[in-house]
């Protein structure tokens, strides 16, 4: 009886390790490099007047937004309000993958807003933060190929006023029904300009401090999202203290202690905040390569991690 037990325990764990093996090449399968550029040079053009809240340009880009997400399954659904603080309305863009567990949630977020038109000039952000959005965008993608139900239910989240104020994403936190269910948040915000070259490109990888796991988690999985070393990343690993503050989506999540893992760029470059800031100067080298890795961080939190 113990032979046929521990067989059928070798069988289950081998046809678990081929399930997640397979998942994951169905879902590389769904990075392409030619989408992530087409969505980024599209939402950084000048069409879209440089996203800021509560403009014609900021609608234009949520509609956007919402057909490259119907295109890949999703049914995306926008949570509004408005804010007298700054006399406009908010626009996220939210879309989910139901998992095992729907009353458990890991949420993927970046803003797609933007300064808009200053003295008569576009701040595209391309960088900031149009590459965090190829970065969900293409999460969600991954996600909705791998032919796996998560354990838990993920929300893909897009982002409106991050600029100045952050207010999409606090929004979504303090109105969320129970924050304590939100097991994970990861963010974008700023992660396609490899200042130091395509080769070896850096990144910042943020987590608050009383997870000390979520360290771990990456440099475990860096060999094997990036196994050849000449075609890796050049991480800067930032602990961060779990209370709130900071510059970006995750100080939502951070004030209700939630685990966190933040992207973003190392050093701020010259066309931060800037007109500059284009699509030409993208490196889709470094962005594939935080896709991919932040794939296999977020698939093993999701399903070993309560």
């Given at each position: 009886?113990?032979?046929?037990?521990?067989?059928?325990?070798?069988?289950?764990?081998?046809s678990t390790t081929a399930l997640y093996s397979n998942s994951f090449d169905k879902a590389l399968k769904a990075i392409n490099i030619n989408e992530i550029k087409q969505l980024t040079i599209e939402l950084s053009s000048d069409k879209y007047q440089g996203r800021q809240t509560d403009t014609d340009g900021s609608r234009l880009a949520a509609k956007y937004i919402d057909s490259v997400l119907l295109s890949i399954g999703y049914n995306p659904v926008r949570q509004n309000f408005y804010?007298?603080?700054?006399?406009?309305?908010?626009?996220?863009?939210?879309?989910?993958?139901?998992?095992?567990?729907?009353?458990s949630f890991v949420v993927i977020g970046a803003h797609y807003d933007g300064l808009g038109v200053v003295n008569g000039e576009i701040y595209h952000g391309a960088d900031d933060n149009i590459s965090g959005v190829a970065a969900v965008m293409t999460l969600a993608k991954m996600y909705k190929n791998n032919g796996v139900k998560p354990a838990k239910t993920i929300i893909f989240a897009f982002w409106d006023r991050e600029e100045e104020n952050i207010l999409g994403s606090n929004y979504y936190t303090s109105n969320f029904y129970k924050p304590e269910r939100i097991s994970l948040y990861m963010n974008f915000d700023m992660v396609g300009r490899a200042n130091n070259g395509d080769l070896f490109p850096e990144v910042s990888y943020a987590w608050n401090n009383n997870y000390p796991y979520l360290k771990t988690i990456c440099r475990k999985n860096l060999h094997k999202a990036l196994p050849k070393k000449n075609q890796s990343l050049d991480i800067t690993y930032e602990v961060r203290w779990g209370d709130g503050k900071g510059g970006s989506d995750y100080i939502a999540f951070s004030k209700f202690n939630i685990p966190y893992i933040a992207w973003m760029e190392v050093n701020m470059h010259p066309d931060y905040h800037r007109p500059t800031d284009t699509s030409d100067k993208i490196s889709f080298v470094k962005l594939e390569r935080v896709i991919r890795l932040s794939y296999y961080i977020s698939f093993n939190l999701l399903c070993f991690r309560p």
């Open positions: 009886m113990k032979i046929i037990q521990k067989t059928l325990l070798l069988l289950a764990i081998l804010s007298s603080r700054i006399d406009k309305n908010v626009s996220n863009i939210l879309a989910r993958i139901d998992g095992k567990d729907t009353n």
